[in-house]
């Protein structure tokens, strides 16, 4: 246990720097405008806001819908090629293969594709489903922000694709076929033992993909709407603004945007416990 | 592969000694790098003549901070400047990315690090110098001293202040541009010609305009905050408070009364002119805008905008400003920033950066002070065909205000005109 601390420690030490002067810059001791004194004013006034909650529920939502999005992907990929054969294996290739994309190209792509003048709107009048491209419903800079939880659905699909696979292969193989042995239907066998398996491998790799979606700045920045402005861009825009007395409000956003992550991540331990306790 | 629990758990004890003594190091280092000692720039450099500057600066390297966003300037910058100087003064000039807001908070936290400056040289304007200027972060004075500074305009309003603040030395100008919509010739054969003909137009082409929410769409909001309260005169002379709260509701009127026919019923708004330019590029919107009257000339050439684009004046007048180069306080080398800065300067750099097919940037330099030779080779480069009459740039040309005028019309903007869920 204390090896693992220890180790997270290390990892963690840049966040951790990060942290500290982001308090410092949130309470006045050093940054834009520092007395070198401690005071809660600018963490007051940011907080009071609301501008800043609706930012902040905003990237709340549409990061966990891209989570969910991505994650019904990968268990249905991971559920339905599994074979040994040639289609199920192009399929899982095919499912993985956009995971080196970077993902200020998939952001762009993504504005490419979705935009009003983009590639969907030329196609659906070609097609004749709309007759100018500006019938095209908005799905870039978008208030429901669709465009964003396409674009992070899509890019994060992958990666929780390659940890289902891996799951099923590893952990649900064997009980499967045991459940099979036993008369288990192909249904029962999903519902009662793959889709366990799956969602509880699943669950650490979802909890990063919603961390990193709701920190993600690029897709944010190219895709999303101007108002509510996406938590990070509001916080870019704060880190840059001209005044400079309010460049400091940026630190209390990022301090905002850790305790998210750290909320999803300490909510998924308790459920974790929760569930091992009705388990056992 | 194959590894049994009790070897795994070995050789991380391994690692856990290594990763203390690793974590130690990094804890050790990282507080080194904070006490280190900031090297003062030569503050002798002031009374050397100049002979033992460019003495001093051969052989050296000189890292300039600047805007990397346009493939044309890069060109110039690391293809045809970067070469001269390394060949006439052993100067090896790296041009990397940081401007603007993003300039001001890397050169703020190197000195809260108390680190070694990372840039000798920066291109700076407006509310950057001010802010650089404002937090000491400036080395100077130093601009006057360089024997190219005898050839600038300095009659010109536009190059003798920035945003109305004095140079005072602390900044050297490089290039001049002024503001201009850009418009299709084809798609749009009569275009309007002021700020009242312009909301007529967009009510008669709904959702085919709109403004970026960067430096150019504020350039756009001053320009008409100058328009509906009767010219720039007014804003002339320093930042009035009172002032800017009679003239800018009028501001946000006429953008609420455009606004249902904005691109998007002005819901949404591109983030920079980057975007804009593609909204226009993509036959999405009829207008984009730039802050320099020649991009248009650039942009057709690299083929991202059709043939046919033009630049348009507006009649209330479009607002010119000058940019500059500056020395950050912290610049490990100022003695080679002044020997580049000087070259910039240089007859043959100014006209080599007119040209239209290079990046079409106003010069600095008066074609009168300069010799004959000189004279004459700018006088024929200034009738480019493609690029909009130096008579009517001239006529429609408005100063900048202080930069607080930018400032608040760009946060007020965001409060009042963005925010719409309050």
């Given at each position: 246990m204390r090896r693992g601390v220890w180790l997270a420690g290390l990892v963690a030490s840049p966040v951790i720097v990060g942290l500290v002067y982001s308090f410092a810059g949130a309470t006045g001791?050093?940054?834009?405008?520092?007395?070198?004194s401690y005071t809660l004013d600018r963490i007051r006034r940011v907080l009071s806001e609301q501008a800043v909650w609706e930012s902040l529920w905003w990237t709340v939502r549409t990061s966990a819908l891209a989570t969910v999005l991505a994650g019904c992907a990968a268990v249905l990929a991971a559920a339905l090629f599994r074979g040994t054969k040639t289609l199920d294996r192009a399929a899982t290739t095919l499912a993985v293969l956009p995971l080196p994309i970077p993902h200020l190209v998939a952001a762009a792509t993504a504005a490419l594709v979705l935009g009003q003048s983009g590639l969907l709107a030329r196609v659906a009048v070609t097609a004749g489903w709309?007759?100018?491209?500006?019938?095209?419903?908005?799905?870039?800079?978008?208030r429901p922000g669709i465009g964003l939880i396409l674009a992070l659905g899509w890019k994060e699909f992958p990666f929780l694709a390659l940890v289902a696979f891996s799951v099923v292969a590893t952990r649900g193989a064997a009980l499967e076929e045991t459940a099979r042995t036993l008369g288990a239907g192909p249904w029962q066998t999903f519902w009662r033992v793959t889709w366990p398996v799956l969602w509880r491998g699943l669950g650490p790799a979802a909890v990063a993909v919603f961390a990193f979606a709701a920190g993600s700045y690029e897709t944010a920045a190219l895709l999303g709407p101007s108002d509510p402005l996406p938590l990070p861009a509001l916080t870019y825009e704060r880190y840059t603004d001209a005044d400079l007395a309010r460049r400091g409000d940026a630190f209390v956003l990022s301090l905002l945007g850790l305790l998210l992550a750290t909320g999803v991540v300490a909510l998924h331990e308790w459920l974790r416990h929760r569930v091992r306790r009705l388990d056992g | 592969m194959g590894m049994t629990g009790a070897e795994a758990v070995r050789i991380d004890r391994g690692h856990r000694a290594r990763a203390v003594r690793l974590a130690a190091v990094l804890v050790l280092s990282l507080s080194a790098a904070g006490c280190r000692e900031s090297t003062r720039p030569a503050a002798d450099l002031a009374g050397l003549p100049w002979d033992s500057v460019t003495a001093r600066a051969r052989g050296t390297a000189v890292t300039w901070r600047m805007w990397r966003g346009d493939p044309a300037i890069d060109a110039y910058v690391d293809r045809w400047v970067a070469p001269r100087v390394k060949q006439r003064f052993d100067i090896a000039l790296h041009a990397v990315e940081g401007q603007g807001p993003e300039l001001v908070n890397q050169l703020q936290i190197e000195r809260e690090a108390r680190a070694?400056?990372?840039?000798?040289l920066v291109w700076i304007n407006g509310e950057t110098f001010h802010n650089l200027r404002r937090s000491g972060l400036l080395y100077g004075p130093w601009s006057d001293r360089l024997p190219n500074a005898a050839y600038v305009d300095s009659a010109s309003p536009t190059i003798r202040r920035d945003f109305e603040q004095n140079p005072a030395g602390y900044e050297s100008p490089w290039g001049t541009v002024q503001f201009a919509l850009i418009y299709d010739s084809a798609r749009t054969p009569s275009p309007p010609r002021s700020y009242a003909e312009l909301a007529a137009w967009i009510h008669r082409h709904p959702g085919r305009f709109t403004y970026d929410q960067s430096f150019a769409g504020v350039t756009f909001l001053k320009q008409l905050m100058y328009a509906l309260n009767g010219g720039v005169a007014r804003f002339q002379g320093g930042w009035n408070e009172r002032l800017y709260q009679q003239a800018s509701p009028k501001v946000w009127a006429w953008l609420d009364e455009v606004r249902p026919a904005l691109w998007r019923r002005g819901d949404a708004y591109p983030p920079g002119v980057a975007e804009l330019h593609r909204l226009f590029a993509n036959d999405e919107v009829d207008f984009t805008m730039s802050n320099n009257q020649n991009e248009v000339v650039s942009k057709i050439r690299q083929g991202l905008f059709p043939p046919t684009a033009r630049a348009l004046l507006l009649r209330d007048g479009t607002i010119a400003n000058a940019h500059f180069v500056g020395i950050p306080a912290?610049?490990?080398n100022p003695a080679g920033a002044m020997v580049v800065a000087d070259f910039l300067l240089s007859p043959e750099a100014q006209l080599e950066k007119a040209k239209p097919e290079v990046w079409a940037d106003g010069t600095v330099l008066d074609p009168v002070r300069l010799p004959a030779e000189w004279r004459a080779r700018f006088e024929a480069a200034a009738?480019?065909?493609?690029?909009?009459p130096r008579d009517s740039l001239a006529r429609y040309a408005r100063p900048e205000v202080a930069p607080e005028y930018h400032e608040r019309i760009a946060a007020d903007w965001r409060a009042r005109i963005r925010r719409r869920g309050d």
């Open positions: 001791i050093a940054g834009f405008g520092a007395h070198g709309i007759s100018a491209p500006a019938q095209m419903p908005p799905l870039v800079y978008d | 070694r400056g990372s840039a000798d912290s610049a490990p009738g480019d065909p493609r690029a909009l």
